[in-house]
């Protein structure tokens, strides 16, 4: 019987990959026999190095529609594209004046346009060849604002676009041998989580922790597979048990 699981001989583009989620994405993919393609703001060469197996790194600003463009026409095929980008930045949304508007202006243009604009890169050939699996990364965020109370308001509002954009572009191409999923983060020690220095009850969770990068990357790794032929429009929580959909 075939392995759907095993992603060998599958091109996989991932975005994101200087960020810890991303990274492991990238590790985890790499593991199940992948061929890598990996992009941050600046081109993540050392994951590349580290993978190797012809794993190739790239320099990207999702938010740049003409950048995006100009990538997906250089990879040539891909069987599964992730989307790990993700802007987060603690401001004070009330009287934060202009400089908040800038925060919340940059947090939708990665959160929101970003996926857009990769989605619409990366869907030609997918149609064409009638296969691909497409994961965008959401957020708890998304369902009850976050795990404390001090998530922007921005953020959440552009993770929950992200997370109908899931379903808008799941039924535009379900007919066409192409699934759209996503997967929603509970809070994850990260480098960025830890900067932001928010306060996390753990004790009150129900695995009284917060969760790792790999942990949320072996779910990726099963978006990406072929594992998910008749699986669509899906927003797979992965926190811990600390909120439900």
């Known amino acids: 019987m075939k392995n759907f699981f095993d992603l060998?001989?599958?091109?996989?583009?991932?975005?994101?990959?200087?960020?810890?989620?991303g990274g492991a994405t990238a590790r985890v993919m790499s593991e199940l026999g992948a061929e890598i393609i990996i992009t941050d703001l600046k081109a993540p060469t050392a994951l590349a190095e580290e993978l190797g197996k012809g794993a190739r790194a790239i320099a990207l600003d999702n938010a740049s529609r003409k950048d995006v463009e100009a990538v997906f026409a250089d990879v040539g095929p891909l069987d599964?594209?992730?989307?790990?980008?993700?802007?987060?930045?603690?401001?004070?949304?009330?009287?934060?004046?202009?400089?908040?508007e800038a925060l919340l202006q940059r947090t939708i243009d990665v959160n929101v346009k970003g996926p857009v604009n990769l989605v619409r890169a990366c869907l030609p050939a997918m149609k064409q060849r009638k296969s691909g699996r497409i994961v965008l990364t959401g957020s708890m965020a998304a369902r009850n604002a976050g795990s404390t109370l001090a998530v922007e308001p921005a953020y959440a509002a552009s993770k929950g676009g992200l997370h109908a954009l899931v379903r808008y572009f799941a039924r535009q191409v379900a007919d066409q041998g192409i699934v759209v999923n996503g997967i929603a983060p509970g809070?994850?020690?990260?480098?960025?989580?830890?900067?932001?220095?928010?306060?996390?009850?753990?004790?009150t969770y129900p695995m009284k922790r917060l969760g790792q990068p790999p942990e949320i990357a072996w779910p990726i790794a099963f978006l990406c597979s072929r594992g998910t032929s008749f699986m669509t429009g899906a927003v797979?929580?992965?926190?811990?048990?600390?909120?439900?959909?």
């Open 80 to 100: 599964a594209m992730v989307d790990c980008s993700g802007y987060y930045v603690k401001g004070d949304w009330i009287d934060g004046g202009d400089d908040w």
């Open 187 to 203: 809070a994850i020690l990260t480098p960025l989580l830890i900067s932001a220095n928010q306060p996390f009850a753990t004790e």
């Open 8 to 21: 060998s001989g599958e091109r996989i583009f991932i975005t994101g990959a200087g960020g810890a989620i």
């Open 236 to 245: 797979i929580d992965v926190n811990g048990g600390v909120a439900f959909s």
